[in-house]
């Protein structure tokens, strides 16, 4: 567990940072409906090696658009040093996560994602400031938050009418608003895919809405797991 003093220190950051996401669509590609001038979708994970949590490979894959063939890939193993503490992932994992950004604008500047899908979450977050977030403004770049499983934040739960709501996902592309108790919509739950009745819940990053990133996160997917995050861990 952080010590107190570290821990004041990340939430002013956090509040700091956060006054800076934008929620809504910036670029004309997200305007479209095919998003003609889209080229480049990016991808983005932190993963740790098995029984280490203080070992993990920072990878950035980048994939062109609409076919999804890889153009870019850049893994390397860091040694993680900030310790966890629930709310603050992003203060652990995203130093990796911007110098791979970093690294691929000075290699191959002619590469750099137009958006990046995020391991992770966005609004969705117990401040509303998640690891797409984070990653988001600290890179300028359009982020959107894809995670796996409910982070149970603002009155949401894995209860029994969620797990009704996902039922009622029948085909690919169904979706249903995850609401907070607060009223706001913190995200959407997509099923991404056919064959698979485990849904993905998206949430804005940065510089796109909602609707955007459900859209794009679809289009993205092959199977479960969009391609620039599936393609990361060898799926």
Not at 163 to 190: A, H, K, N
Request: charged content about 25%; overall charge neutral.
């Amino acid at each position: 567990m952080a010590a107190p003093p570290e821990r004041r220190c990340w939430e002013r950051e956090q509040a700091r940072l956060k006054a800076g996401v934008v929620e809504q669509d910036t670029e004309e590609w997200q305007k479209d409906p095919n998003f003609a001038g889209l080229e480049r979708v990016g991808g983005v994970d932190l993963s740790y090696i098995k029984g280490d949590d203080t070992s993990a490979c920072a990878s950035l894959v980048v994939l062109s658009y609409p076919a999804l063939q890889v153009l870019y890939e850049d893994c390397r193993m860091v040694a993680v040093t900030a310790p966890y503490v629930a709310g603050f992932l992003a203060f652990r994992e995203v130093p990796f996560l911007v110098e791979a950004v970093q690294r691929l604008q000075q290699e191959e500047p002619k590469l750099r994602p137009q958006v990046l899908l995020v391991d992770g979450n966005g609004l969705l977050h117990h401040r509303g400031f998640g690891v797409a977030c984070h990653l988001g403004v600290l890179t300028d770049l359009p982020c959107i938050g894809v995670a796996k499983n409910l982070l149970q934040v603002d009155g949401l739960a894995r209860d029994e009418l969620h797990r009704e709501q996902i039922r009622s996902l029948q085909r690919s592309g169904d979706t249903f608003p995850l609401t907070g108790t607060s009223g706001r919509v913190l995200g959407m739950v997509l099923r991404s895919y056919n064959n698979s009745s485990k849904p993905l819940y998206i949430s804005v990053g940065h510089r796109v809405s909602l609707d955007t990133a459900v859209r794009l996160v679809r289009s993205c997917c092959r199977y479960r797991v969009p391609e620039p995050i599936r393609q990361q861990k060898g799926d």
